[in-house]
């Protein structure tokens, strides 16, 4: 039954529905854009109508939400903390720097531009994104899941080797497991 | 059967090393940024701890050296994040202690008030840490949501919320808009009903004291040979406190006073803070008070060709942490040749937390960071 | 304030003959020059017996031109409210210092980080040698002689069309034809 046409897009609404309303984000702030997380999470902006609050572990969470630039030695851990994570997930990048290098652009430890090691489903720019903008950044982001075009997951997995290839440039002494999907 | 007891005895063999490796962080470890810090413990009796940072580290400093004298303003204030602006004050003031500019009375004035409000938002985020850190989230609510009301009047000044680049040498960047000064008594006078409040969830929760009295204990002798400071070493019973021992800006000329508690624990520095809150309203209505009409500014040439004479200096402000401080030294050209900033994290964050851990409990762990007041961006840089 | 500080220039100077003062400040400060064999005993000397309890910074300056490399010891005394500062100067070849984690232990943080970021060496320092950095395998990155600017460019990804840094507007019209609206063009460059 499942495989009539029909019924598969009647699942996948409801899936999609589901998902969207609710967001897990990884307590992980990266970088300086945290700080304006506890605003967002707490009384005036209240994300958690939208359905999103935070998860302290890697395999409850659904969005990575990268809070600035990142470092080197922080990129490890991201990798390792997003291939971690379960599938349905999602990557938000937070900030300037994320985009573009912000005003590290000629940093020697931070990276420039994450969509070429981390799929990036949404961006949020400024320095720093107010409340607002990180809540229309879920919002966007809720949107793009509603419509299944929220793919960032399978476009890593079908991309994995061009993704390793970039990470490896930045870390020299890979001693991270090598997942195997 | 027989499988089950060789199983055991496995276990028994690798039971006899006693002592276990945590690791906390640095994914969150409970602070404001990402460190680690590596654990050895026996049962849950920390018996070593080991620091590591390197997380957050964006080369401020090389990159100062990249900029000239006024662009170093946008990377300024993002050494710590929850409160930028003890940073840029002693970075202005530096710049113009090594060129000898005078800055208005009413600039003093206005940088005084920035300070205070960005001490008061940062108390609040405090409130919101310290009792994170021992389950207690209702204060987080409270507090971070009022602390909303004080960014609102720094969006007002500055134009930002959490980065303003407002102080800047020779005075401030712009002048009090219109009925400026009656928003921020309205928001003092809030803000001291809202302290009380405060005190009855946090400082009579029988949960809050019975995990912080007599918790990580910084003996008083040693404290400023170890280089505490701040909040943290007030909480020793000592009083010090750089607006009064080396005094900047004009804070000679304004009445508050600097509260000390006696213990040295977590308590301790909870019960300095939370009378610092009180001392720091009554600064803020003070300087509304006092504050003289005149210029703010007093303008500097054109920063591509703002060039400093050949020396260096080094400005220290009393921020939430404890002392930041910033040592600039000029080669006579348009950049700096280095730009060094001290902050009291530095300290308290590296070599006096593994000292303090050692013998606590492994529950505790976040809570003693807390109180230090670690902030790794600012260990980093 | 000038009584206090010419009596800790006696005293200096009596007990360290290599010791020349700085006294040009007309606020609570005081520099004193010494060769780099002296710095360990003249910090014990003020803070033992002179009461500058507080190590308030320790930081680098990296002279290209002149091949030195100049440590400044900043200690505060909470007693007289007074900071003397100890500079040295370290040859820029070969810098190696004394360990003086022993008088302050906060100062073996400092020390792991001008080990890293300028390459001194300090006899007797046991410490992992990564501090902030991983894998690092250039020179010590915060030597005037190396170039960060370049060596982000060499080795990560820049995002097209930011290779300069003009005006982000002008790139946006040129990707999608967008239009800038007048109250927005006056703040263009």
Redesign the interface.
């Known amino acids: 039954m499942i495989n009539d046409k029909n019924s598969q897009k009647i699942v996948d609404f409801i899936q999609n529905w589901a998902r969207k309303h609710s967001i897990w984000v990884l307590a992980y702030g990266t970088g300086c854009g945290a700080i304006e997380i506890p605003p967002t999470m707490t009384s005036r902006y209240d994300a958690e109508r939208l359905g999103v609050r935070g998860a302290a572990t890697p395999r409850q969470a659904d969005v990575l939400l990268i809070t600035g630039y990142l470092t080197t030695k922080t990129l490890k851990r991201v990798i390792r903390v997003y291939e971690q994570m379960q599938d349905p997930k999602y990557v938000i990048g937070f900030g300037s720097c994320t985009i573009n290098g912000g005003m590290y652009y000629d940093s020697y430890n931070t990276i420039k531009v994450l969509d070429k090691y981390l799929p990036v489903d949404v961006y949020i720019n400024g320095c720093m994104p107010r409340p607002e903008a990180v809540l229309s950044g879920f919002a966007k982001l809720q949107e793009l899941i509603a419509q299944g075009k929220a793919n960032g997951a399978q476009k890593y997995k079908d991309n994995l080797d061009w993704y390793r290839e970039n990470q490896k440039k930045i870390i020299p002494n890979w001693v991270m497991p090598e997942y195997n999907w | 059967m027989k499988k089950y007891l060789i199983l055991q005895k496995n276990i028994q063999d690798k039971m006899r090393e006693k002592a276990t490796t945590l690791y906390l962080g640095?994914?969150?470890p409970g602070i404001?940024?990402?460190m680690m810090v590596r654990l050895k413990v026996e049962g849950d009796t920390i018996v070593k701890a080991t620091t590591e940072?390197?997380?957050?580290?964006?080369?401020f400093?090389?990159?100062q050296?990249?900029r000239n004298w006024l662009q170093s303003f946008?990377?300024l204030c993002?050494f710590c994040?929850?409160e930028p602006d003890p940073v840029e004050e002693s970075y202005a003031r530096a710049v113009e202690?090594l060129e000898g500019r005078e800055v208005p009375e009413r600039a003093k004035y206005i940088r005084v008030l920035m300070l205070e409000l960005a001490r008061l938002g940062s108390y609040m985020?405090w409130y919101?840490g310290q009792n994170g850190s021992l389950g207690l989230y209702t204060m987080?609510?409270?507090s971070?949501?009022d602390?909303?009301y004080i960014?609102d009047l720094f969006e007002e000044l500055t134009g930002g919320?959490?980065?303003h680049m407002y102080i800047w040498p020779g005075g401030v960047r712009r002048d009090f808009p219109e009925g400026f000064e009656d928003k921020v008594l309205r928001t003092m006078d809030y803000l001291e009903k809202r302290v009380k409040d405060y005190d009855d969830l946090m400082f009579d929760n029988a949960i809050f004291q019975k995990r912080t009295q007599g918790v990580g204990i910084i003996p008083k002798e040693k404290a400023?040979?170890?280089?505490v400071?701040g909040p943290v070493l007030r909480g020793c019973g000592i009083r010090?406190d750089i607006r009064i021992?080396?005094p900047y800006e004009v804070y000679d000329k304004l009445d508050f006073e600097v509260p000390t508690a006696e213990g040295g624990d977590i308590w301790a520095r909870a019960l300095v803070r939370r009378q610092e809150v009180r001392q720091s309203i009554k600064i803020i209505r003070q300087v509304i008070e006092k504050i003289p009409s005149g210029d703010y500014y007093n303008p500097i040439p054109n920063p591509q060709k703002w060039t400093l004479p050949k020396g260096?200096a080094?400005a220290?402000t009393e921020a939430v942490r404890g002392?930041v401080?910033i040592?600039i030294?000029s080669d006579g050209g348009t950049k700096p040749?280095?730009v060094?900033f001290?902050g009291a994290a530095?300290?308290h964050g590296?070599?006096?937390l593994e000292?303090l851990l050692v013998g606590e409990n492994v529950a505790d762990v976040s809570a003693i960071m807390n109180s230090l007041g670690t902030c790794p961006?600012e260990i980093?840089r | 304030m000038d009584e206090l500080k010419t009596k800790i220039i006696e005293r200096i100077k009596a007990n360290f003959q290599d010791a020349t003062e700085n006294n040009s400040f007309n606020y609570n400060r005081l520099d004193f020059n010494v060769n780099k064999t002296t710095v360990p005993s003249i910090l014990f000397y003020l803070k033992d017996e002179m009461g500058f309890k507080h190590l308030s910074h320790i930081t680098c300056v990296d002279w290209l031109e002149e091949g030195e490399l100049e440590l400044i010891f900043i200690v505060w005394s909470p007693v007289d409210k007074i900071k003397v500062f100890v500079r040295t100067r370290l040859d820029r070849e070969n810098p190696v210092m004394d360990n003086i984690d022993m008088i302050w232990r906060q100062a073996h943080t400092y020390e792991r980080e001008f080990r890293e970021m300028f390459g001194i060496q300090f006899t007797g320092l046991e410490a992992p040698q990564d501090f902030l950095l991983e894998d690092w395998d250039g020179p010590p990155p915060m030597r005037r002689d190396f170039h960060t600017e370049e060596y982000a460019s060499e080795t990560f990804f820049e995002r097209p069309g930011r290779e300069d840094a003009g005006d982000v507007r002008e790139e946006i019209i040129k990707r999608s034809g967008e239009e800038i609206p007048d109250f927005a063009k006056k703040y263009s460059r």
């Open positions: 640095p994914q969150h404001t940024g990402n940072v390197g997380y957050l580290h964006r080369a400093e090389k990159l050296e990249k946008t990377l993002r994040v929850p202690l985020l919101g987080g609510q409270w971070v949501g602390r909303n960014l919320r959490i980065y400023v040979e170890w280089g400071v010090s021992d080396d260096d080094y220290r002392e401080g040592f030294a040749r280095r060094h001290r530095y300290v590296i070599t006096l000292n961006p980093e």
